[in-house]
């Protein structure tokens, strides 16, 4: 093989190389232990002795040129590559972007967060508890005994003989005594849990309790605390009456309705004036404190608000009904 003839046919094969693969079958046939450079120099063996030494001499400058110009390919294609990488990578910051689904806050949560937020316009504390309490928190501090038969009415879900899933948050409430002492003024939101699931009742649903201890207070105080509530919730023109019901932690005891127009009288809330019991549950004296509580189902106040008629709705995550407000 004529060493003019493999120069020749390497430099024209190597100028047309483009590519990682191209550049890689012409190492093998030029470069290669049985490429063509190489086999240049196996034919030493043929040649008379004076001759080796230039013909040597020529492949092993050709071999040189030929691994200089493959270097030089080398480079330029991985360039190359990386430039037609970073080609694809490359964002048009000019585009417009994906658009996105906005998401809703759910009606129960802005309800929640409307009723806080009137609430601690009028000077309450909001305060959290826990969720699994234990029978004392739940019922016997508030005045609750194991016989009592408002006990059976929560119909609650029960871990232990002793611990459950809070039926309300008036636990809340004790706790927050035994804590603090007089004058008190919270509101206790959350979840609470009950063997309820129908158009109006769910197994979870949330609460918001309130609790005022002071000294001197009456029903005149309470009942303003829940005009103003539901003036500010409802309107200017909601109305509130208090009709006589039984709650064993409160003396006397009321059942809440408020006048909205459309609707007439609704039932919202539950309220009357904290029972000599509890108070001594969590060591106050009945004889110099005064309180009153309320208690409110958050998804009942949506309901009234929005109009809607099913709270089942509330826990389905329909995305058309969500987005509806």
Known sequence: MNIDVVEREAFERLSKVSSAEELEQFRVEFLGKKGKITSLMKNLKNLPPEERPTYGKRVNELREKVEALFREKKKQIEELMEKEKMERMRIDVTIPGARRKVGHSHPVAKIMEEIERIFVAMGFDVVEGPEIETTWYNFD????????????EHDSFYITDDLLLRTHTSPVQVRTMLERKPPIAIISPGKVYRRDYDATHLPMFHQVEGLHVDKDLSVAH????????????????????????????????FEVDVYLKGYGWLEILGAGMVDPNVFLSVGY????WTGYAFGMGVERIAMLKYGITDIREFVRNDVRFLSSY
């Open 285 to 288: 004296d009945p004889e110099e």
């Open 141 to 152: 501090a508030l005045n609750t005994p194991e016989w009592h038969p408002a006990r059976d």
């Open 222 to 253: 309470l009942k303003f605390t829940l005009e103003e509530f539901a003036r500010r919730m409802f309107g200017e023109s909601a109305k509130v009456r208090l009709r006589p019901s039984f709650f064993p932690f409160t003396e006397p005891s």
